[in-house]
């Protein structure tokens, strides 16, 4: 099995996994389909460390983004920035007619807790929710989702937090009781290495009070519904129910055969292979003491795209910059069911390329 497509997102997928999807389609108001859900579920709670409330949402991540905010805020959110995706919250945000205030750190830079609590102590005005993100895909910057999530706790309390675990989830920690968040999200093409369509999500019991209290939240994203649902080991309306085969063997794969410690630790031996082998030929932009375990953005001496249509000729596929770091760089993902020795095996060829 060798994988020569590092994009940071989709990511590339084992071929029994994509076996998973070619599966007869079963009813999903079936006993065959609660066993299947009831898996799912209980897996979903070690991925995200919790024991509240988990479902899944047939959806790619700015979906259940979207519904995060149509569910949880009234009036006003303040959105933390550091990029592309972070973005995202503040532009969701204002197409939904709330009130928005960006806490910007700069792209490249991760969200200081102190900006946050000066931020949250001036501000007379009380937010709905905070957004965070915890890894920033656009720069490869990893925010500390846990010191932040302390910091709304502390000076705003009420203030739920929400955050985007898009392209951290399955590759790095969460700890969703412990950092004390209200909903964090995931679309599963990412750390979790399965093809893009759904979105998991966990949901805290306040979150889900707060939802209640919200009339006009929509039907298709109405995550009380979800919650409800989810309880009984059942869906709101039809899924794609390919993915939650492949979902569930997946989730099963993590979990009980190669264990999350030790893939948490496969993706932190990724970070530092990339940053040291790529260090002879490209600047490292973002802030390197929150290098993300994910996906790296590096500024090559040579052109980006040079080095990209180099590397394609030579069979691998390497991520493009984003946004702002659009012309100047070029990102590495290594997420997902990547192995370190295929990872050495296109920086070998990497560096052929860059250096040559
Ligand atoms: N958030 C982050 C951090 C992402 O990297 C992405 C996609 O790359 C998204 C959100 C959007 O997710 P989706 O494409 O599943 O809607």
């Known amino acids: 099995m060798t994988c020569k497509f590092f994009v940071p997102g989709p990511t590339w997928i084992r071929p029994e996994l994509l076996a998973e999807l070619a599966r ?40 259940v983004m979207q519904a995060a905010l149509e569910n949880c805020v009234a009036r006003r959110v303040l959105v933390t920035t550091c990029g592309a995706f972070s973005e995202r919250w503040f532009s969701i945000a204002e197409s ?13 830079n991760a969200i200081d807790p102190e900006a946050l609590a000066d931020h949250l102590a001036s501000r007379r005005a009380h937010y709905d ?44 920690p969460v700890r969703f009781d412990e950092w004390g968040l209200d909903v964090c999200l995931a679309s599963v093409q990412k750390g979790l290495a399965l093809p893009p ?68 630790e496969r993706h932190r031996q990724m970070r530092d292979i990339t940053l040291q082998r790529t260090a002879k030929f490209a600047k490292h932009p973002g802030d390197a003491a929150h290098a993300s375990c994910t996906v790296t953005a590096l500024q090559p001496v040579k052109s980006p795209d040079a080095i990209r249509t180099e590397m394609k000729k030579r069979g691998y596929t390497l991520g493009g910059g984003y946004g702002e770091w659009k012309e100047t760089t070029f990102r590495i993902g290594h997420m997902g069911d990547i192995t370190v020795e295929d990872l050495n095996a296109m920086l070998d060829v990497l560096e052929e390329v860059a250096l040559g």
């Open 129 to 172: 929710a905070v957004t965070i993100t915890h890894n920033e895909t656009s720069t490869g910057v990893t925010n500390d989702v846990a010191a932040l999530a302390a910091i709304v706790r502390e000076e705003s309390p009420g203030t739920m937090v929400l955050v985007d675990a898009v392209s951290s989830l399955g590759g790095m």
């Open 24 to 63: 007869p389609v079963i009813g999903h108001r079936s006993a065959e389909f609660r066993d299947l859900y009831a898996g799912i579920l209980a897996n979903l709670k070690p991925l995200f460390g919790t024991a509240a409330s988990t479902f899944v949402v047939t959806s790619s991540g700015t979906g």
């Open 96 to 108: 939904l007619g709330l009130e928005a205030d960006r806490l910007d750190a700069g792209w490249g």
């Open 197 to 264: 369509g759904i979105t998991v999500a966990a949901m805290s019991n306040a979150a889900i009070e707060r939802a209640k209290k919200h009339p006009y939240r929509g039907t298709y994203f109405d995550l009380v519904q979800y919650k409800e649902k989810a309880d009984e080991v059942s869906v709101p309306s039809t899924p794609s129910i390919p993915h939650f085969y492949a979902l569930a063997a997946q989730l099963g794969r993590i979990i009980n055969s190669e264990g999350l410690d030790a893939r948490y």
